[in-house]
C-alpha cells in the first residue's frame, strides 16, 4: 500500500504546482496535466531509465509528450527532480521549484509546449501540433535498433488527438516494424477543447481500433498506481521478447483530477486564479488525506539509471567523386554521355556516403525507384539504414525528427507535391533543430505528362519563407537548394549532409546535360556565374538553368551581353548578386519552374532593401498547367521558353 500512498503524494504535489504555475502564467492546460499526474510519477520517478543530471544521455528512456499542452506536469515533475536545463550544453543547472513559476516567460526554459532548443533537453522534438509525437517515437526506436541501445520509447498520445490521421500512420509502422520498445500511452480523460471528444476516441473503441492494428491495447485505470506500474513493467517484459507484437496502453484518467470544481466541459486551457485556484487546491489537499494515510516516511521513489553506451561504428574511407561513383557502380558508359538526371544524382550521393557517413540514414514513401532513393536502399550494406515509409509522408518527415534525435542524419525523399500534406511536421521538425535533408523529386512542370497533381510548384515559395528566418543556431531556418545538372545534385547532397540544420532540395524527372565537373565546388547560400555578360543579368534555377544557357546563346546571336547565374541556392550571397546586377546596368531577370513567391520574390527583397534603382522581371509559372507528352511543351505552355526569355530581355532593356 505504500508505494501507492506515495505515488499519490506526489501525484497531487504535481497537481498543485500544474494549477500554480498555470495560474502564475496565466495560461496553460493545468486540467490535461493533472489528468497525467500519476503516469507522470510512475513514468519519471520509478520506472523511466534516465539521469535528471543527463536528461539527454543517449541510453536513456525516453518521452515523447505527443499531447504537447500537458506539458506544465512534466515541468513540475522537473522541477522537483531538478533535472539540468540550459541552452547551451556546456552550461546547463538545475531546476528549481522557484523556476516553475516562470512557465511561459520569455526567458523561461519551460516553454508553453515543449521544446528542447528552448533549453529543456529531457525532449527531444518540439511538440503541440497534435498528431506527430508516436511517429517521433518510432524514428526515435529505429535509431536504437540500428545502435544496439536497449532502451523504451513512452509516448504519451490525447485521446481526442489520436483521431489524426498520422497516429494512424504511425501505429501501422510500427507493427509493421514491430518495434515493441515503443510504448502509446493514449490518455483518454474523455475532453478536448470544444466538448467531450467522440465515442469514437472512447476506451473502448480505441482498444477495438488497437487489436485490428494487430496491438494488444492494456486498458487501466490511470490514476491507479499498481496498475499503472504493472503495464509498464508488461511492456518492458514485451520489448524484451522476440517476436512480440507491440502493446498499447489506454488509461481511462479525470481530466482535472483530484479537484471536481475544476472537472467537466470548461477548463481546457483555461488556468484557475483567485477562489476558484485555492478551492482546487483544497480539494487536493483533501484528496491527500483520503489516499495518503499509509504513506510513511520510508516511502521513497529510485529512478533507475540508464546503461553505459556502445561504440558506434566509425566511417570508412572518404566520400568518393562523382566520377568514382560511377566507375564503382560501372556506370562510366553512362557518364559518357554526358547528361543525367538530378534525381539520380541524389541516390547515387546518398550510396556513395553510406560508408564514410554512417550516421547517414533514408527514408522514402512509396517513391524509392522514382527518387532514386531505392540507390542507396540496394546495397546490402546499408539496406538496414533505409526505411521504406510508404504512403505517410506525415509519419516519414515527424520520424526523421526522432532519427535526428537519435543522431542519424535524415534523407527524407518523395515527390514535391506529396511533401505539402507535411508543411506542418517540417516546421515542428525545425522548430525542434532537428538535423533534416528533405529531398522533393519530380518537382517543377518539367514532370509533363503526371499533369499538375504530381508536379511540386508552391514548394519554393513555402520552404522560402524559412530562409527568411533564423533558428535557434542563429542558422537561416531552412537551406532551399536548386542544383541545375547531375554533379551540383551530387555534390549539394554531400554538403546537406555535412551541415548541422534544415535543407530542402528540389530535384528533377528528365535526363539534363552536365554543366559542372567534379571539381566544382558548391556552398550552402552560394551561386555560380555561368556566363559573364555586361548588359543584363539572368538568374535561373534548377532545370530552367538550361533553357537560360540557350537564351544567351540567342541573346550574343542579337548583340546583347547576358550574365548567367545559377542561383543553386535560397539564401544567396545577397551584397555579391547585387554587384552583379550593378554591373549589368541594373537590369535582372528570374527564370523558374514553379509559382511565384519563391527566387524572383527573395531578389525583389534584396534590391528592395538595397534602396537600388534596379528593374527586375520575374518568369514563373502562372497558372495552373495541365500535363503534356514532353518537359518542352510544358515550358512552352507556361511561357519560359528560351525564346520567351529573349523577349523578355529585350522587353526589359527596350530593345526593338
Excluded at 370 to 375: G, V, W
Aim: with cysteine.
Amino acid at each position: 500500500m505504500s508505494f501507492e500512498a506515495a505515488v499519490h503524494a506526489q501525484a497531487i504535489d504535481l497537481c498543485k504546482m500544474s494549477l500554480e504555475m498555470t495560474a502564475a502564467s496565466g495560461s496553460g492546460h493545468p486540467t490535461t496535466a493533472m489528468s497525467l499526474s500519476h503516469i507522470t510519477t510512475v513514468l519519471l520517478f520509478h520506472t523511466m531509465r534516465w539521469s535528471p543530471e543527463y536528461p539527454d544521455y543517449p541510453t536513456s528512456d525516453r518521452l515523447v509528450l505527443s499531447a504537447g499542452h500537458a506539458v506544465p506536469v512534466v515541468y513540475a515533475a522537473a522541477c522537483k527532480l531538478g533535472v539540468m536545463v540550459g541552452r547551451d550544453p556546456e552550461n546547463r543547472r538545475p531546476l528549481t521549484l522557484d523556476d516553475a513559476m516562470t512557465l511561459r516567460d520569455q526567458d523561461s526554459e519551460l516553454d508553453g509546449h515543449p521544446n528542447p532548443m528552448e533549453g529543456f533537453p529531457f525532449f527531444d522534438a518540439a511538440t503541440g501540433s497534435l498528431g506527430q509525437g508516436l511517429s517521433v517515437a518510432c524514428g526515435l526506436a529505429e535509431a536504437d535498433a540500428l545502435d544496439g541501445r536497449d532502451r523504451m520509447i513512452y509516448c504519451i498520445i490525447g485521446d481526442g488527438e489520436s483521431r489524426e490521421g498520422q497516429v494512424a500512420e504511425a501505429l501501422d509502422y510500427m507493427v509493421e516494424r514491430r518495434l515493441t520498445s515503443v510504448l502509446p500511452i493514449f490518455n483518454c480523460n474523455g475532453y478536448g477543447q470544444a466538448g467531450r471528444v467522440s465515442d469514437q476516441q472512447s476506451p473502448e473503441r480505441l482498444e477495438a481500433k488497437l487489436r485490428v492494428f494487430w496491438l494488444e491495447g492494456m486498458v487501466i485505470d490511470g490514476h491507479d498506481p499498481s496498475a499503472i506500474q504493472a503495464a509498464f513493467e508488461k511492456s518492458r517484459e514485451v520489448a524484451g521478447s522476440q517476436g512480440a507484437a507491440p502493446m498499447a496502453i489506454i488509461a481511462k484518467t479525470v481530466k482535472g483530477w483530484g479537484a471536481p470544481s475544476m472537472q467537466g466541459n470548461g477548463w481546457h486551457g483555461k488556468p484557475a486564479s483567485n477562489q476558484a485556484l485555492e478551492r482546487a487546491k483544497a480539494e487536493l489537499d483533501e484528496r491527500r488525506g483520503e489516499l495518503t494515510s499509509a504513506l510513511s516516511s520510508a516511502d521513497s521513489f529510485a529512478i533507475q539509471p540508464p546503461p553505459e553506451p556502445q561504440p558506434l561504428p566509425a566511417g570508412q574511407g572518404e566520400v568518393p567523386s562523382m566520377d568514382q561513383a560511377m566507375k564503382q557502380l560501372d556506370m562510366d558508359s553512362l557518364r559518357q554521355t554526358a547528361s543525367l538526371a538530378t534525381r539520380k544524382a541524389y541516390g547515387l550521393a546518398l550510396r556513395a556516403m553510406g560508408a564514410p557517413m554512417p550516421e547517414v540514414v533514408v527514408l522514402d514513401a512509396d517513391v524509392s525507384n522514382s527518387t532514386f532513393a531505392e540507390t542507396f536502399a540496394k546495397d546490402p550494406n546499408f539496406a538496414s539504414r533505409f526505411f521504406e515509409c510508404k504512403i505517410a509522408e506525415q509519419h516519414m518527415l515527424s520520424m526523421a525528427v526522432g532519427l535526428s534525435a537519435a543522431g542519424k542524419i535524415p534523407f527524407s525523399s518523395s515527390f514535391a507535391k506529396f511533401l505539402t500534406r507535411a508543411y506542418d511536421q517540417i516546421e515542428m521538425a525545425i522548430n525542434s533543430g532537428a538535423n533534416l535533408k528533405i529531398v522533393g523529386s519530380h518537382s517543377g512542370v518539367t514532370l509533363a505528362a503526371d499533369g499538375p497533381s504530381q508536379m511540386g510548384l508552391p514548394d519554393v515559395s513555402w520552404f522560402r519563407s524559412f530562409t527568411t528566418m533564423k533558428d535557434h543556431r542563429g542558422n537561416p531556418g531552412c537551406y532551399v537548394l536548386q542544383p541545375s545538372d547531375a554533379y551540383s545534385a551530387y555534390a549539394l547532397t554531400q554538403v546537406m549532409a555535412e551541415y548541422e540544420g534544415c535543407c530542402y532540395m528540389r530535384t528533377q524527372r528528365p535526363d539534363v546535360e552536365f554543366l559542372y565537373s567534379s571539381d566544382d565546388v558548391f556552398n550552402l547560400g552560394g551561386f555560380e556565374v555561368l556566363n559573364e555578360g555586361r548588359d543584363i543579368v539572368i538568374c535561373a534555377s534548377g532545370y530552367m538553368v538550361h533553357e537560360a544557357n540557350k537564351a544567351v546563346e540567342l541573346l550574343d546571336k542579337a548583340a546583347i551581353q547576358a550574365t548567367l547565374v545559377d542561383m543553386y541556392s535560397l539564401p544567396f550571397d545577397t551584397d555579391k548578386l547585387l554587384d552583379l546586377i550593378s554591373a549589368n546596368g541594373g537590369f535582372v531577370i528570374s527564370l523558374e519552374d514553379n509559382y511565384g513567391g519563391a527566387l524572383g520574390s527573395a531578389i525583389a527583397e534584396a534590391i528592395a532593401d538595397s534602396g537600388d534603382g534596379f528593374t527586375l522581371k520575374q518568369m514563373h509559372v502562372r497558372h495552373i498547367p495541365s500535363s503534356a507528352r514532353t518537359a518542352e511543351e510544358l515550358i512552352v505552355q507556361c511561357g519560359l521558353t528560351a525564346e520567351d526569355l529573349v523577349n523578355s530581355v529585350k522587353e526589359v532593356l527596350q530593345v526593338v
